[in-house]
């Protein structure tokens, strides 16, 4: 099975912050990784699909880069709606999700 | 306009089997590459990828879950059931089913959960 390491797991930041979540897979997915955020109550929601394809209607402050085992998720300035966890998802063997960041406001 | 919404029991008991349902609409499971999936996730914690049936039949299931999974299509109906046996307090979670736009799978649209307790 492939593991999917996120960090950090909590991220205290301020509105106006650039922000980067990092996404380890435990071997190599090439460019299969999906990105969501989740607020409470709520269902995830799809941001970045292969790695670093914005989903349409998904700010453009958000992006994805990486391949192979390390990945990144890049909000460029953090605004109030941002603050939420965020999961990356390996889509090349079988279908992990990794653990979660929490993003909190400072 | 694609929507999901999972129904089925709130409260199972203990080795008792689990069957939920997703009726979706929106789109068709017979168009190709199209495919439903199926996620968990337990209070406060993680994703949990359960299960997915593709537009042509085949399925994929966790390997850690395998032998209590079972996932079926009603094309006619837009359902798809996923059946989970010998329930356990630790399978209490939320249960989403979610929508895969092609044979790459990620998750574009979810249904809203359903909250499942084991309890007896």
């Known amino acids: 099975d492939i593991q999917m390491t996120q960090s950090p797991s909590t991220l205290s930041a301020s509105v106006g912050d650039r922000v980067t979540i990092t996404c380890r897979a435990s071997q190599s997915i090439s460019s299969w990784l999906a990105w969501y955020q989740q607020k409470p109550g709520k269902a995830p929601k799809l941001l970045i699909y292969k790695a670093s394809s914005l989903e349409s209607g998904v700010p453009s402050r958000f992006s994805g880069s990486g391949s192979g085992t390390e990945f990144t998720l890049t909000i460029s300035s953090l605004q109030p709606d941002d603050f939420a966890t965020y999961y990356c998802q390996q889509y090349n063997s079988q279908f992990s999700f990794g653990q979660g960041t929490k993003l909190e406001i400072k | 306009q694609i929507t999901l919404k999972e129904s089925g029991p709130t409260l199972v008991k203990p080795t008792q089997t689990l069957t939920l349902t997703c009726t979706f609409s929106?789109?068709?499971?017979?168009?190709?590459?199209?495919?439903v999936g199926w996620i968990r996730q337990p209070p406060g914690k993680a994703l949990e990828w359960l299960a997915l049936i593709y537009w042509n039949d085949d399925k994929r299931y966790s390997p850690s879950l395998k032998s209590r999974l079972t996932i079926t299509k009603d094309t006619s109906k837009n359902q798809v059931v996923l059946t989970m046996t010998n329930m356990d307090p630790v399978d209490t979670a939320t249960y989403y089913c979610?929508?895969?736009?092609?044979?790459?799978?990620?998750?574009?649209?979810w249904g809203q959960g359903t909250l499942v307790t084991v309890s007896s």
């Open positions: 979610s929508h895969i736009p092609n044979s790459y799978v990620y998750y574009d649209y």
């Open positions: 929106g789109f068709s499971l017979s168009t190709s590459g199209v495919g």
